[in-house]
């Protein structure tokens, strides 16, 4: 059993910039990915970035050149930089660890992200 606890979440207005972080109980290191995700009211969850074992990152079309996903494995923590925030980048945030076969999937509780215009 893997927890994530996210934190860094907050209000900042339009332009402004947030850092997520989210601390894992066990090691990452095996994780085939580590990841953010959002949910704004009424809509479904939807990818923001992700990283794997091997440092490969992608990112939804909406945050390219704005936002940064890292991870330090000697922390067991994943990093959401966020810059250029706009309102419509406000969500729920949780993060999401991607572990082989048996281990499963894992979801942290989230983090409210809110920008105000």
């Known amino acids: 059993q893997v927890q994530l606890v996210e934190s860094g979440g907050g209000l900042v207005q339009s332009g402004g910039s947030l850092r997520l972080s989210c601390a894992a109980s066990g090691s990452i290191i095996s994780a085939k990915t580590m990841g953010w995700y959002r949910q704004a009211p009424g809509k479904q969850r939807e990818l923001v970035a992700r990283?794997?074992?091997?440092?490969?990152?992608n990112y939804a079309d909406s945050v390219k050149g704005r936002f940064t996903i890292s991870r330090d494995n000697a922390k067991n923590t994943v990093y959401l930089q966020m810059n250029s925030l706009k309102p419509e980048d406000t969500a729920v945030y949780y993060c999401?660890?991607?572990?082989?076969?048996?281990?499963?999937?894992?979801w942290g509780q989230g983090t409210q992200v809110t920008v105000s215009s």
């Open positions: 990283i794997t074992t091997g440092g490969s990152t």
């Open positions: 999401n660890a991607q572990y082989p076969w048996p281990i499963g999937d894992y």
